[in-house]
């Protein structure tokens, strides 16, 4: 089945300076690659997704990229601010139509 | 529109006892998904419905553990014989609306505490 890691599980930023987590996964045939922010108390909300016909996709401040050779995805947060402190998954909808996450990464931004 | 619910948001019990966590998904949904998360880890796959198709139960942690999805709405977890590893918070999640989308939207998640 889909295994996804996510890497790497902590990371601590200043205030304004981007962000890189990176993800890899196992099946070759997932073709859809959400990310979700997890705030304290409360449940994973998606802020990003990329399907497999996409390399890059980008929204405001955030941005997904997708290499399908190697099986990697990479979520880039830019000019970060200290709402972005969350806990970021990334997760993969494998063939067989469930999605697995990966670990986690706390992110947090140093004013 | 009304999201995901979770009900109880929070529940106590006894090691050895049985508990029932309930989980309504957005009206339309055809997919439905429970995971388990423990404290400050990532999110655990434990089952996923998918209109009237059989279950992926292939990550339910042992057979004290079941879930059954009525009218192919409401969905309930049963674990039975609670065990204190069983804490955790339990988040339910929802998606396929009336688009092709596959975005999941998940409930607010049930805190499990086994004492």
């Known amino acids: 089945g889909e295994n996804v890691e996510q890497h790497p599980s902590t990371l601590s930023v200043q205030e304004g300076d981007s962000a890189v987590i990176k993800c890899t996964y196992s099946?070759?045939?997932?073709?859809?690659f959400p990310w979700y922010k997890q705030e304290l108390g409360k449940g994973p909300q998606l802020i990003i997704d990329?399907?497999?016909?996409?390399g890059e996709k980008k929204d405001q401040r955030i941005a997904v990229t997708l290499n399908k050779t190697a099986k990697h995805f990479s979520l880039h947060i830019t000019e970060t601010q200290p709402e972005d402190s969350a806990v970021y998954f990334c997760?993969?909808?494998?063939?067989?139509?469930?999605?697995?996450f990966g670990s986690g990464t706390r992110l947090s931004i140093r004013p | 529109g009304a999201g995901v619910s979770q009900s109880p948001s929070n529940k106590v019990t006894e090691k050895g006892k049985d508990v029932e966590l309930r989980c309504d998904p957005i009206?339309?949904?055809?997919?439905l998904y429970w995971y388990r998360q423990s404290l400050g880890q990532g999110l655990e796959f434990l089952i996923y419905f998918q209109g009237n198709s059989a279950p992926d139960k292939s990550g339910l942690p042992s057979d004290r553990f079941s879930a059954e999805r009525t009218g192919g709405s409401v969905s309930t977890l049963t674990i039975q014989r609670t065990q204190q590893e069983d804490s955790a918070v339990y988040l339910c999640a929802s998606s396929g609306g009336s688009g092709t989308t596959h975005e999941q939207y998940f409930g607010p998640g049930t805190r499990l505490t086994v004492t």
């Open positions: 997760a993969a909808r494998s063939s067989a139509s469930k999605i697995i």
């Open positions: 990329i399907r497999s016909n996409v």
């Open positions: 099946d070759s045939a997932s073709n859809y």
């Open positions: 009206s339309g949904h055809t997919a």
